[in-house]
């Protein structure tokens, strides 16, 4: 249980700004419509958007907010630009792959997906008078350079969740695909073009729109929204976490995260990965939501540091998440492709390196790690290909080795290795970014939450698994103990992961009262595994708290930094950085 009375762990961290002024409906946008057309005298309205938006919900209410102000205008769409459903799954057909669940990532455009003749006839439409004319839909900002540009963003998680229950459509579509297939559709295509819309916009957009609900938008202005995020680079920050179920997921996060128990479960937190989190910036009393990749965008090198930028461009290349098995079952077993299968194949820069650190766990739990010195490898494929042909159960323990796992362990996991958590575990993962390449070997002949037999990938794994990587390897090399680098009279650091094969190296900063620390130029990012909250103060004495759980970022931006303890029992929090 939590060593708390109470839920201490924050869902929806904000962060607060002066500069900030929230709008919330679209009356309020609407009015800030027309204030912009008075200021500039634009005569074009570009309205662009993420996927998840829902466009006719949307325009139509923000048409009748406008047209209720005597804001007279003509009203255009992308919509009509597409190809035909048919047509833009052949182009896509290559990326997609016939795989339920990997693809390859789309390098290509939105106007790869368009009509030419459409998009002429669109432009020629757009040129016919002087009216004031709004042009909105996916792409809007590619064919219009002037007047002035809003930008709605939608959330992720939300966007999956609109998917989910058959509410919006992948880009260009209009069918309604089964959402494994859609998830797939936004990770590998939509996402990838238009976050490429999304970035070049950044700098020209007039007005940003949070559509988490497309029927009551929140808007701040675009000079506010750039503002704050440069504002945000200089400080520590959280992004905010989200949470899903799973077939092999627990309750612990449930009872201590006060999350909604209407769920089965909550396997994961998406506690900090780049792709999928959001930023909560406030006013004082509302809130709008952004992608977290506008901040890396925009303030790339104050963020990550110039070092990490040269490597990783804009890209954050470390993730946190929770894996909860506490009063659930094993993960399945499985393993991650090395870098070059994973570039070869995916077109991901970099491959799906992990580590396991036990933040509770009950006294029977372990972690399976690698294979037993007697493993037969071809004996282990003949298991997996006869329980996914022929729904013959095996047993891992009879091919793959386990350790015990106790509270503050910590297990390495680079690419190759064939790894799960067992039952009874909360995992805090520490890891490189790319999440979604696990090649399933084994997954005990499990249904989805959906009812559908979960898939394995027997070719993709059997092809990247390290067959030196045996229980005495494992021992010596993957089950690190800590290492002391430098102590004071009640704190200590200690080194608790740092091998060749893991571009990204695990501190842990242990404390009484205080630390002093500092980032040395490189982002750092920091979870409170043991304790009940301490605060972060920085060199100009901002502060800002953490609690027990939570994850949060210390950009470069900020050299030093002091971690004190305010809670009455000791404090314990773990530090990844790359090396």
Not at 102 to 128: N, S, Y
Not at 398 to 409: E, L, R, Y
Not at 419 to 442: M, Q, R
Request: aromatic share 12%.
């Amino acid at each position: 249980m939590s060593p708390h009375n109470e839920y201490t762990y924050r869902t929806h961290p904000i962060h607060h700004f002066s500069a900030l002024t929230i709008q919330i409906g679209q009356q309020s946008l609407a009015t800030l419509i027309q204030e912009q057309v008075q200021i500039t005298g634009q005569k074009f309205i570009v309205i662009d958007g993420f996927v998840g938006i829902q466009w006719e919900l949307f325009i139509a209410g923000l048409q009748a907010a406008c047209e209720g102000l005597g804001l007279k205008a003509r009203w255009l769409s992308t919509e009509g630009c597409f190809l035909s459903e048919e047509a833009i799954q052949q182009k896509l057909e290559s990326y997609l792959t016939a795989d339920p669940v990997f693809g390859q990532i789309f390098h290509g455009t939105l106007a790869d997906l368009w009509d030419p003749e459409q998009v002429t006839l669109l432009k020629e439409r757009l040129a016919e008078t002087d009216d004031i004319t709004v042009l909105s839909g996916f792409g809007a900002s590619l064919l219009v350079s002037n007047g002035f540009q809003i930008y709605v963003d939608v959330p992720k998680d939300r966007g999956q969740e609109l998917a989910g229950d058959g509410r919006v459509c992948n880009v260009g579509l209009h069918k309604k695909y089964p959402y494994g297939e859609t998830y797939k559709h936004l990770y590998f295509i939509d996402w990838q073009m238009l976050n490429r819309i999304k970035r070049q916009a950044l700098s020209k957009i007039t007005i940003f729109v949070d559509g988490t609900d497309s029927a009551e938008p929140r808007s701040i202005l675009g000079t506010a929204f750039r503002a704050v995020l440069h504002e945000l680079s200089q400080q520590p920050f959280r992004v905010k976490p989200w949470f899903a179920p799973g077939v092999w997921g627990g309750q612990w996060m449930k009872e201590n995260f006060g999350l909604p128990p209407e769920k089965p479960n909550y396997a994961w937190s998406f506690e900090l990965i780049a792709p999928e989190n959001g930023l909560l910036l406030g006013d004082g009393t509302e809130a709008v939501e952004c992608s977290f990749d506008y901040l890396l965008w925009q303030e790339t090198d104050a963020v990550l540091g110039k070092p990490v930028a040269a490597r990783y461009g804009s890209y954050f290349p470390i993730r946190f998440d929770y894996l909860d098995t506490m009063g659930g079952t094993n993960l399945s077993c499985q393993v991650h492709p090395r870098v070059d299968y994973i570039r070869n194949e995916f077109g991901e820069p970099f491959t799906q390196d992990e580590t396991y650190y036990i933040v509770t766990c009950d006294e029977d739990a372990r972690v399976y790690l690698g294979l037993h010195e007697e493993t037969d490898i071809e004996r282990f494929k003949a298991d997996a290909y006869n329980a996914r042909e022929r729904k013959v159960p095996f047993e891992i323990d009879t091919h793959v080795n386990s350790q015990p796992a106790k509270p503050h362990d910590l297990f390495l996991i680079p690419s190759g290795t064939v790894h799960c958590s067992g039952a009874n575990n909360l995992v805090l993962e520490i890891s490189a970014t790319p999440y979604i390449y696990t090649f399933k070997i084994y997954d005990y002949l499990r249904s989805d939450l959906a009812g559908n037999l979960r898939h394995t990938h027997l070719e993709h794994a059997f092809a990247n698994i390290d067959e030196t990587r045996r229980t005495s390897w494992v021992r010596e090399n993957l089950c690190p103990q800590p290492l002391a680098l430098r102590s004071g009279e009640d704190w200590t650091e200690y080194s608790i992961g740092n091998i060749d094969e893991l571009f990204f190296g695990i501190h842990r900063l242990e404390f009484s009262n205080a630390i002093h620390d500092q980032t040395a130029g490189k982002f750092v990012a920091l979870n409170l595994v043991e304790g009940e909250r301490c605060e972060i103060v920085t060199a100009n004495n901002e502060t800002i708290e953490l609690r027990f759980a939570e994850s949060i970022i210390v950009p470069a931006s900020v050299a030093e930094y002091t971690l004190r303890n305010l809670g009455e029992k000791p404090c314990k929090v773990v530090k990844a950085y790359v090396k």
